[in-house]
């Protein structure tokens, strides 16, 4: 396989790309992406699930480390070098995409090895969709007793009638101050896929954290802290990710029929 220069892929415009960020290093498990227990590389089984997606021309894994590269090079992923110091996965993106002609990219994240490419087509569609939307995510609705509603770790969102979203959180949002009134909120748990209009993936990069992206550790509250319009599609059955070895040995277990 060979090394992809990003600026000269295509002799023709290609209207959406999906990039796959694969770091190496993860704090919680080292190595992740190149996991292989099933007979195929963690970041093999993200790459063959997107290229399922319809609405997506090209597929891109974005990483930093050569042990990634050879990887994809035995599944024959295309794979682009991106600089080891890149502060966050979107800004590993960014520079996967510069000088490429896409109109739109979808960012997938690499430890999640049963993606639907039905929710990587939403994302497209969001934004194919609604001519206000800067960038699209998805969100699937919570069980109203649902526990993980006021667990930190599941981050939550809230949107206006146009499916724009308002606010995301790791607190339970919107709060029910009330458990006696006849309000009855909708808890959506936020799924961490995006797409965005390419111009505006620079434009993102290009700030700075503010302040309420420090508070609640969320990436996605600097774009609306600068006025980008998000817009959010609710979906049902989203994947889970891999953050630990116990998720992954989980996997393991299903894709074996365990």
Not at 189 to 215: C, N, S, V, W
Not at 218 to 235: F, H, K, P, S, Y
Request: proline share 6%; aromatic share 8%; net charge negative.
């Amino acid at each position: 396989m060979e090394l992809v220069n990003p600026a000269n892929i295509y002799g023709v415009i290609l209207s959406v790309i999906a990039v796959i960020p694969a770091r190496y290093d993860s704090t919680r498990f080292p190595g992740k992406v190149l996991a292989n227990e099933t007979g195929k590389y963690l970041i093999q089984h993200v790459y063959e699930q997107v290229v399922k997606a319809k609405l997506v021309e090209e597929v891109l894994v974005a990483t930093d480390d050569e042990r990634v590269i050879a990887a994809c090079r035995e599944f024959g992923a295309k794979c682009v070098t991106t600089r080891r110091e890149c502060p966050s996965g979107t800004d590993r993106v960014a520079e996967a995409v510069s000088g490429t002609p896409a109109d739109m990219v979808i960012n997938v994240q690499g430890d999640e090895p049963e993606v639907n490419p039905d929710h990587v087509d939403e994302l497209v569609r969001a934004l194919q969709e609604d001519e206000f939307a800067d960038i699209s995510t998805l969100a699937t609705v919570m069980v109203r007793d649902d526990p993980a509603i006021f667990e930190p770790n599941v981050v939550k969102v809230v949107t206006n009638w146009e499916g724009h979203a308002l606010y995301f959180s790791r607190a339970p949002i919107p709060y029910r101050r009330d458990y006696q009134d006849e309000a009855k909120p909708v808890y959506r748990r936020h799924i961490g896929m995006y797409g965005f209009q390419r111009d505006k993936l620079i434009e993102f990069t290009e700030y700075e954290p503010a302040m309420l992206e420090q508070a609640e550790k969320l990436e996605q509250l600097r774009a609306l802290e600068n006025g980008m319009t998000i817009v959010v599609r609710d979906v049902r059955h989203p994947a889970t990710g891999i953050d630990t070895p116990e998720q992954y040995a989980e996997f393991v277990k299903r894709y074996k029929g365990g």
